[in-house]
């Protein structure tokens, strides 16, 4: 996440939730280093190291150990340094996941775009919750869809496809192909024009 939404007190109930974040840090954070880890600097981290809060507030909201990892980016020559709770995976994995977050709400954005909920079948908590993982499934499906049979339609195409044809017999894989195109459009070469224009 962004470090302008960086709570403590959020990011502790996240811990307890046993999810883990990638934020980085304010500039006026305090803390102190208990340990430092061996790293890689050819990869371009710098640090590693468990900490814990020392702030007034920070340390009474956060009151157990984290990681800051400090890396730097050769592709933009800037330092970057982030906390996690992630206390198990590499320090260069940590900062590849936040890297790739823009990713994630290119994903989160393409969702809210082209898979429109338009009206919920159930208002209660788990009633939308369901729904919204159903959209996510049916994303993942059409994703999965376009890279095996390696389509050169984007995915609103090939969702749009699937939601009017849902019930016809022909295999995906031939609905796609240039052929199925031709003999569907031959299948009405013998049909009458309504309008002569």
């Known amino acids: 996440m962004d470090r ?14 046993s999810a883990f974040f990638v934020t980085r840090c304010k500039r006026n954070f305090q803390f102190k280093r208990r340990y430092s880890h061996p790293v890689d600097k050819s990869t371009g981290l710098r640090s590693d190291q468990t900490i814990i809060t020392t702030g007034v507030d920070t340390a009474k909201d956060y009151p157990i150990p984290l990681r800051r990892i400090r890396y730097c980016d050769t592709e933009t020559d800037k330092s970057l340094i982030f906390i996690t709770n992630n206390l198990d995976l590499p320090a260069l994995t940590i900062a590849k996941l936040y890297k790739a977050r823009w990713q994630v709400e290119l994903f989160f954005k393409w969702i809210k775009q082209h898979l ?30 376009k890279k095996r049979l390696d389509l ?34 031959s299948d009405y070469d013998n049909q009458l024009l309504l309008f002569n224009l």
């Open 116 to 145: 429109r909920i338009k009206a919920f079948y159930g208002t209660s908590a788990n009633a939308v919750k369901t729904q919204i993982w159903i959209a996510v499934c049916v994303y993942i499906l059409v994703a999965i869809l």
């Open 152 to 185: 050169d339609q984007s995915l609103y195409t090939i969702l749009q496809f699937v939601s009017v044809s849902i019930f016809e017999k022909t295999p995906i894989s031939e609905a796609f192909s240039q052929e199925f195109d031709k003999t569907r459009k």
């Open 4 to 17: 302008g939404y960086v709570d403590f007190a959020r990011l502790y109930t996240l811990q307890q939730a």
